[in-house]
């Protein structure tokens, strides 16, 4: 995604789709891996931790290492019973020090996606909101059309007006015929007439 000018980077979209800051260009090889795995390797672990296999896992780790350093020979225990299980707290704890940042990167991801997500969402909810106004608009024309529209009881009303026009007029000019034949046969009985 081009962007025209630096104004434009918006914080609220993934690293992926920011312009890169202080001016420095990101170059892309195929050769490279993405500097996107991280992340999603990161979401893997975040996803891991928050399932109840991860806890179980957990649980018989730590309840195999007390137990063998517990009940093993003397001579092949790692960690001391007296001491307080020191090297698993250190271990547990490096564990919680590196599973935090992880699901923090990991949330902080997904807050990202669905910052986009909601501007995609907000954007076609804009979109439907017109079209539905649009066609709201295009029903009330319609409607307003069809009140101009002929009936069929008007069409017929009107044919039959027109039938009945079409047929006085019939009438007259048949009347204006025989009246002209009549002058005609006067005419000619006059004129036969005199002749007479």
């Known amino acids: ?42 979401e893997a672990i975040a996803r891991g931790m928050g399932t109840p296999w991860f806890l179980l896992g957990l649980t018989f780790f730590a309840v195999s290492w007390i137990a063998w350093n517990t009940l093993a020979p003397v001579q092949w225990r790692f960690d001391s019973v007296s001491l307080g299980f020191i090297a698993l707290t250190l271990v547990l704890s490096m564990q919680a020090s590196y599973a935090a940042p992880m699901i923090l990167l990991a949330q902080n991801r997904q807050d990202d996606r669905d910052r986009v997500q909601f501007e995609q969402d907000r954007q076609r ?33 009107e044919l039959r007006a027109l039938l009945e ?32």
């Open 165 to 196: 026009n079409l047929e006085e007029r019939e009438d007259q000019d048949k009347q204006t015929r025989k009246r002209l034949r009549k002058g005609e046969r006067d005419r000619d009985r006059e004129e036969r007439s005199p002749s007479d």
């Open 1 to 42: 995604m081009a962007r025209a000018n630096r104004s434009d980077v918006r914080l609220d979209s993934p690293k992926g789709l920011r312009t890169p800051a202080l001016g420095r260009k990101r170059r892309r090889s195929r050769d490279r891996p993405s500097r996107d795995r991280f992340g999603r390797f990161t």
């Open 125 to 157: 909810a804009e979109r439907n909101l017109a079209d539905t106004e649009y066609l709201a608009r295009e029903v009330v024309a319609l409607r307003l059309g069809m009140k101009d529209l002929a009936s069929r009881d008007f069409l017929r009303s």
